[in-house]
Nanobody, 122 residues
Framework: VQLQASGGGLVQAGGSLRLSCAAGRTSSNNGMGWFRQSPLKEREFVAA????????LYADSVKDRFTISRNNAKNTVDLQMDRLKPEDTAVYYC?????????????????WGQGTQVTVSS
């Protein structure tokens, strides 16, 4: 399964970006997630969504600022990021979960995209 993430870029603090991940038909019955990794840090959980899009999970650091959604007809999962902060700067990865729901841990995912860089300037 190939995952293609896009939408990263450079934005000022307080701004918004929308990431999108094209996941392919094999992901339609699986949960999906977004993780991020900044230099010298472990890859960390950001958000996840179940296969139907009815249940979502968020890291405390992004809750109420980020919104995950999916479109199974298009096999895409998006991450709307609002009120961005410099500490949100990282490479963002989308992933396909092992099960029909998302997970907060990396071990809950089996396919990973190549990542897209998000840089938030102060």
């Amino acid at each position: 399964v190939q995952l293609q993430a896009s939408g990263g870029g450079l934005v000022q603090a307080g701004g918004s970006l929308r990431l999108s991940c094209a996941a392919g038909r094999t992901s339609s019955n699986n949960g999906m997630g977004w993780f991020r990794q900044s230099p010298l840090k472990e890859r960390e959980f950001v958000a996840a969504i179940d296969w139907r899009g009815g249940s979502t999970l968020y890291a405390d650091s992004v809750k109420d600022r980020f919104t995950i959604s999916r479109n199974n007809a298009k096999n895409t999962v998006d991450l709307q990021m609002d009120r961005l902060k410099p500490e949100d700067t990282a490479v963002y990865y989308c992933a396909v979960a092992l099960k029909s729901y998302g997970s907060r841990v990396r071990e809950g995912y089996r396919y990973w995209g190549q990542g897209t860089q998000v840089t938030v300037s102060s």
